[in-house]
């Protein structure tokens, strides 16, 4: 297949807006692929912060940190990406250049311990504020299973109500694939 997939096309997306020596997030940590992703393109130089409410998200990433030499530009946060605007030091606010979210539960983990759309609508609206102009924010949604459903169409209809002078917002989907396959909604601050 040439057209990218789903977690291609998020990568595609974080590397159009950050290179090396930038701040980026990874608003829901897992088992860290984002965040290595992310802390290889910002270099030593750059800051990668990272948000998970589970323990043993937090452990597993800096164990893959580590072993990558990655650890110094990264840090990792044991709390919800609501507090994003409340941990981010005020000289980092507005020079955010890239953010994710991959929504759901950890694979491996506790499925019963999943994002929902209060805490994620807030940390998309406090992001707004705190992007950089032209900084993208990559939400990889799953709707397979019942609760991401519930946030998927929670997201969609918040999503579609934010004004287009204040961001341009894109859907990247495919549309004849059956069992619900995951979506971004990709929003870039103007
Ligand atoms: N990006 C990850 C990776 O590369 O492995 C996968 C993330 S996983 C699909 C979703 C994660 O979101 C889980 O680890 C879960 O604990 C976390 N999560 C749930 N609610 C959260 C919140 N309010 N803030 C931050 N993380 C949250």
Redesign the pocket.
């Known amino acids: 297949m040439k057209l990218d997939g789903i977690l291609p096309f998020a990568r595609v997306l974080l590397e159009k807006v950050v290179s090396a020596g930038d701040i980026a997030i990874?608003?829901?940590?897992?088992?860290?692929?984002?965040t290595v992703f992310l802390a290889n393109l910002v270099g030593k130089t750059g800051k990668i912060y990272g948000?998970?409410?589970?323990e043993l998200?937090i452990m597993k990433t800096t164990e893959k940190l580590i072993e990558n030499d990655l650890i110094k530009q990264v840090s990792l946060h044991l709390t919800?990406?609501?507090n994003i605007k409340m941990v981010l030091p005020n000289e980092h606010h507005n020079k955010v250049r890239g953010a994710i979210f991959?929504?759901?539960?950890?694979?491996g983990?506790d499925k019963e311990?999943?994002?929902v759309p209060e805490?994620t609508i807030k940390a998309v609206q406090d992001l707004l504020e705190i992007m950089a102009p032209e900084g993208i924010i990559v939400i990889v949604i799953y709707h397979g299973h019942p609760e991401g459903e519930v946030e998927s169409d929670a997201l969609s209809y918040y999503v579609k109500s934010i004004p287009q002078e204040k961001a341009h917002v894109l859907e990247y989907r495919f549309i004849n694939q059956t069992n619900n396959p995951p979506f971004i909604i990709a929003i870039e601050k103007r």
């Not at 991959?102 to 694979?107: A, D």
Request: net charge negative; glycine share 18%.
């Open positions: 990874d608003c829901t940590v897992g088992n860290g692929k984002d948000f998970d409410i589970q998200a919800g990406h609501e991959n929504l759901g539960y950890l694979p983990g311990i999943v994002t805490t």
